[in-house]
């Protein structure tokens, strides 16, 4: 069974920068498109970035093209989502999810809080 488990978030002034992590076992990671979600408070869970299953393509959200980055290392069964530039509008749980499917995830991690202080 696919299992993801999400780390590195926490507690960051606007401005600043976090890397999260997320940790795939239970299947090939390599043959598994990733992606991050987030869900803030009171709001629906939204599209924040995602990869294809070697990383050549990626994709991201209006909101935060420019400032976050995904990447994946299929040595280490990992996927990143690197966080610069951290808006107080960036608060929220983050999930990681796959899908051998592209664009369809049917795999989700439990979630790591992001909160930015303005």
């Known amino acids: 069974q696919v299992q993801l488990v999400e780390s590195g978030g926490g507690l960051v002034q606007a401005g600043g920068s976090l890397r999260l992590s997320c940790a795939f076992s239970g299947g090939a990671f390599s043959g598994y498109f990733m992606g991050w979600f987030r869900q803030a408070p009171g709001k629906e869970r939204e599209f924040v970035a995602r990869?294809?299953?070697?990383?050549?393509?990626?994709y991201y959200a209006n909101s935060v093209r420019g400032r976050f980055t995904i990447s994946r290392d299929n040595a280490k069964n990992t996927v990143y989502l690197q966080m610069n530039n951290l808006k107080f509008e960036d608060t929220a749980v983050y999930y990681c999810?796959?899908?051998?499917?592209?664009?369809?995830?049917?795999?989700w991690g439990q979630g790591t809080q992001v909160t930015v202080s303005s």
């Open positions: 999810a796959g899908s051998v499917h592209e664009g369809s995830y049917n795999y």
């Open positions: 990869l294809t299953v070697n990383g050549a393509r990626t």
